[in-house]
């Protein structure tokens, strides 16, 4: 099943061809609009008029997440505020977030492309959708909610939390599809078995998890737990948010929209591409944004490509699921969280040293994140409550900034081992 069959099947030459125009168009916009962009093109000699071919990108520079902080909030934007419909930012409630907008042809084409990764999910307009993705500034919840409407499905917008009203909601009201991350979707079934909820008596058969890294053992697990059919889905605010690429019912690797996001697979190290069938760093390039288009985004996301066709028709080239990072970034809860910015806030803290341990775990398919942190002796001579108001404190601040709840171990002066070569301060116990 398809949404758009026309482009989801185009014949490569023919892909390329609508490649090449509108990168040419997309180039020559932000060359003209965008003071960022055109600074950076004119310091190196380079003419959007020139780019005659697709591997013509590669003499550009790259945009990275840096420098989008940058430029916050709106330097990045391509059209004037008063085209833009909607604003979006990535996790991080200060300075540091990045921020996304949209025009209104942007919300169609955004519509469009979830649109295509429901539909290739198995959905269709009989579908009754629980979106339990958070809706406000993260992209999932108002890119899954757009685009299910635009498929024409009935949406029942929950959000995310409350897992006993997510069951009741999805008893009462016979919901077939659910959309959220696939460690939520793990929790919601580990609240089924506590409430004696029989998966197998819901309407339950499709699922759309994406967010967050997850693996095929994670897959069989809740398409057995749950009674359905699990499908990957991939995409990132800076580039649009959800819809960027998405499972078949194959289940074998994601799908890139790539009539509106070129593609590249770099060594993130040299940033050569790499050899067909290597892991590399995914570089994108936005070809039809108007309001945020980005030219060569570091993803830092690690993936690798699946150049053989698929048996669904459809065209476009598959990744496998991603594999990592290709930079520190932690995805709590759904959230991302770079270590420096819970650093920054730690050193910020009177009473605190610079020495502290991240570690991340999965409890009952929740990740939970401790932060153990040095502190000065003479707090542990102090009353408990001071302790105790530390404590608060720090966890106030870290989740206010970081928008996740943590946990936080205070620990004495020096008790922490030191590193000798590279600091290794995060430890992932989470076993996807
Ligand atoms: O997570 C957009 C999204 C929402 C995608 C809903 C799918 C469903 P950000 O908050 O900007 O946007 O986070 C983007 O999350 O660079 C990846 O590291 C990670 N990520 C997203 N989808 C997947 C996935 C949304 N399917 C960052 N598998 C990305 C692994 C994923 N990691």
Request: a negative charge.
């Amino acid at each position: 099943m398809y949404w758009q069959k026309e482009q989801e099947c185009l014949a490569r030459p023919d892909l390329e061809k609508l490649q090449l125009q509108r990168l040419a168009h997309t180039l020559k916009r932000v060359g003209s609009n965008v003071p960022f962009y055109r600074n950076k093109y004119s310091q190196l000699h380079l003419n959007p008029e020139n780019v005659t071919s697709l591997e013509g990108l590669r003499d550009y520079p790259f945009t990275s997440k840096q420098d989008l902080r940058d430029n916050y909030p709106y330097g990045l934007f391509a059209v004037p505020l008063r085209d833009v419909v909607r604003v979006h930012a990535s996790s991080g409630t200060t300075g540091s977030s990045t921020v996304v907008g949209y025009t209104r042809n942007d919300i169609v084409t955004w519509s469009d492309m979830v649109a295509r990764i429901l539909c290739g999910a198995g959905v269709t307009p009989d579908d009754v959708i629980q979106i339990a993705f958070g809706y406000g500034l993260f992209t999932g919840g108002f890119g899954l909610h757009y685009g299910a409407e635009r498929l024409g499905a009935s949406v029942i917008p929950i959000s995310s939390g409350n897992t006993k009203r997510q069951i009741q909601i999805m008893q009462d009201f016979k919901t077939t599809a659910l959309v959220c991350t696939p460690s939520y979707a793990l929790k919601i079934a580990d609240v089924m078995m506590d409430m004696g909820v029989n998966p197998n008596g819901l309407s339950l058969r499709y699922g759309l998890f994406g967010a967050e890294p997850w693996s095929e053992a994670m897959r069989q697990e809740i398409n057995s737990r749950l009674g359905i059919r699990a499908t990957d889905n991939y995409g990132l605010s800076e580039v649009m948010g959800p819809g960027v690429a998405g499972e078949c019912q194959e289940c074998n690797g994601l799908h890139i929209n790539e009539d509106h996001f070129l593609v590249e697979l770099l060594n993130p190290d040299t940033l050569e591409p790499v050899a067909p069938g290597e892991v590399g760093e995914l570089v994108l390039t936005t070809l039809t944004k108007e309001a945020f288009p980005v030219i060569r985004y570091r993803t830092r996301d690690l993936t690798r490509l699946l150049p053989e066709p698929c048996p669904c028709g459809r065209t476009f080239v598959r990744m496998s699921r991603m594999l990592g990072r290709s930079d520190d970034m932690l995805i709590i809860k759904g959230v991302n969280v770079f270590p420096t910015q819970i650093e920054a806030i730690l050193f910020d803290i009177e009473g605190t040293e610079p020495h502290y341990r991240l570690i991340v775990e999965r409890e009952n398919n929740e990740d939970k994140l401790t932060v153990m942190v040095e502190v000065v002796e003479s707090i542990f001579f102090d009353e408990m409550k001071k302790q105790k108001a530390l404590v608060e404190t720090i966890k106030k601040r870290l989740a206010s900034e970081l928008g996740v709840g943590v946990e936080i171990k205070l620990v004495e002066e020096r008790s922490l081992e030191r590193f000798n070569g590279k600091a290794a301060r995060v430890i992932d116990k989470r076993q996807l």
